[in-house]
């Protein structure tokens, strides 16, 4: 896709995509604004993280992928928005999304539209490519602003203390120890991983999760850098004889000195996590040490955080007795700017849900007021014919269902359910019929979307 630019004369500044020749100033802005204070030195993991991400080598994103604007009377990128592309799932429907990280400005252009206009010009490609919604791993509120509502679960975790880790009885050789993964590993640690994002919760499938090819596992393994601090380490669960039987994610460095993060575990079919569990505790007590701090925090690791989402067997394998804290779910931010049009694409998943429920063969309409706009779905005989943009009438409410703007979101993606968003949201409500209809399309379902960098 072409380099685009737009030049606002009434401040000089320039926004556009970037080009190879940006690196060195965008490494700029972001290492001197991703710092603890203004008087630390510039964040070099930033600045090889952006390496990483202009380098043509990422699976991800190239060197022209990075909404800037530039201040091209001092020659400097004073607010940037990196764009990742992203395929994630819904109910094993692909659909591609644009994913925004990082995103940053530089304080003296603060609080003039610097970021909105980088996330327009996001959002103007994503629209190009066919993308059906974008995403960001964000600070709070902010990104309400563009559109964005915390709709699928990001994180949640169980944490384990070093020092409750049972030792090995003396003298007893381990059943499993780890090993560093090698590209050979990879069509194993694939299945491991399909395996992992397609398991059960509560009874309940993973309704989203982000599927990833060998090229970006091979890109983990072999490209990512413990100087960008991106990504995981991936370790083999290994018999006695060699023989892998699962794999565990631990985070490439240490944001936090006292803590190590898992962010995935499995196991092949037949081997149960219980007896896997200890040993593996015990490898992961003894690699702690040596997974390198993010500078310039200094301190010794004290626990491993599971980070693995709301639920996981990894959780059920601990048990309570060992588990010291457990952090719920944050959110990814998801802005989806034609939910008509998302609803369409994922309409066999809707049809499917209604034909396994009592409402099989179901004609009728659902009117939904969004206040700002509305929807309009209408069955006949279980089949959705019409999937529609709607707006309430001047006289005579029609609609069957309210929710505020963007609120919408969190049902269609299973994070909340009907009922607790019309206890949590005054202006959240359904009647008898249209709840029926709206609880059989959008049940609670959990999701896991682990963050591909």
Partial sequence: MPVQSTIDPGNGLVVRWSTTADQERIADLFSHVFRRSADDPPNARMIAYVQHQMSGRHPLIGPNDIALVEDAQRGIVVAATSVMRQRWEYAGIPFTLSRAEPVAAHEEYRNRGLVRATFDL????????????????????????????????????????????????????????????????????????????????????????????????????????????EGW???????????????????????SPDQVRVVGMMVEPGIPLTVVMPPVLRALRTIAPTVPNMPPKTGEPRRLVFSLGAAHPVYEALGRDLIIRTEQPYGWYVRVPDVPLFLRHIRTVLERRLAGSFLAGYTGELNIDFYKSGLRLVFDQGRIAFIEPWRPPVYGSEAGAGFPPLVFLQLMFGRRSLEELCAWHDDVWADDEPAMVLNTLFPKQPSWVLPLD
């Fill in 122 to 229: 996001m959002h103007a490609r994503s629209a190009e490519r066919g993308d059906l919604a974008q995403c960001i791993t964000g600070i709070p509120y902010f990104y309400r602003q563009f559109g964005y509502e915390y709709a699928v679960d990001l994180g949640g975790s169980r944490s384990v203390a070093l020092t409750m880790i049972p030792d090995a009885k003396e003298g007893q050789p381990e059943p499993f120890t780890l090993r560093d993964a090698a590209i050979d590993d990879l069509p194993q640690i694939r299945m491991l991983y399909e395996r992992e994002r397609s398991r059960n919760v509560n009874g309940l499938p993973i309704l989203v999760s982000t599927p990833f090819d060998h090229d970006h596992w091979r890109w983990t393994l072999s490209g990512q850098t413990v100087d960008a601090g």
């Fill in 233 to 255: 380490n991936t370790r083999m669960i290994v018999r006695p004889d060699g023989q892998p039987v699962g794999y565990v994610l631990t985070g490439r460095v240490r944001w």
